[in-house]
């Protein structure tokens, strides 16, 4: 009897593990189905915009040094990059990542616990990221500008936005371990090791 039970609980301990894997392979999945759907979003935002995508965020006036929470918090919804894109993705359910611990809602204050948050699991990369002074549509970034869009990223997930190192210096920083997913402006999107 005490062998049978100690069979049993080794297969369920198995099953168990095998079950963990299975989620949180399915979670990355579904991140990556998000940047897809994003990168979507995006060209079809870019084809109604000369080619141009739209900022990250945008302010008029542009305030002097970095932004603060507080003006992050005031800034009308279509000077977010992610409310551009709503309309073509239909879903801003998209904008959050299943194993993203800090985003639970794509409402509310976008700081929680003094994390600077626009309601999104996914960050700009610093090469497209930027505030910018015209709000209304102004020529940004166009994609037709970049030499080679397969190998520009666009945005990759973060699981608090921001994340500084000590030399104040921005490194992506993954919710699913040691991979990154990556949305190039080509439309692609690849796993990456982070460094």
Not at 37 to 62: E, K, N, R, V, W
Not at 84 to 104: E, H, K, M, Q
Not at 107 to 117: A, E, K, M, T
Request: charged share 15%.
């Amino acid at each position: 009897m005490l062998i049978v039970s100690a069979v049993i609980a080794l297969l369920v301990a198995m099953t168990t593990v095998v079950y963990f894997g299975l989620t949180r392979k399915a979670r990355a999945a579904t991140c990556v189905d998000n940047l897809r759907q994003i990168g979507s979003a995006l060209h079809l935002y870019a084809a109604d915009h000369d080619d141009c995508i739209p900022p990250y965020f945008t302010f008029d006036p542009l305030p002097t040094g970095e932004p603060t929470a507080l003006q992050l918090g005031e800034l009308h919804p279509a000077r977010r990059w992610k409310e551009s894109l709503i309309p073509y993705t239909r879903n801003d359910g998209v904008f959050l990542c299943p194993d993203d611990r800090f985003a639970r809602t794509t409402s509310g204050p976008p700081v929680p616990n003094g994390l600077i948050r626009l309601h999104t699991s996914y960050e700009h990369a610093l090469q497209v990221k930027g505030a910018f002074r015209d709000a209304q549509g102004g020529k940004h970034w166009a994609i037709g500008t970049v030499a080679d869009p397969a190998s520009a990223p666009y945005c990759h997930d973060s699981p608090i936005g921001e994340v500084r190192n000590q030399q104040g210096i921005y490194e992506p920083v993954s919710p699913h371990g040691a991979v990154a997913n990556l949305l190039y402006l080509d439309g692609h999107v690849s796993a990456r090791p982070v460094n």
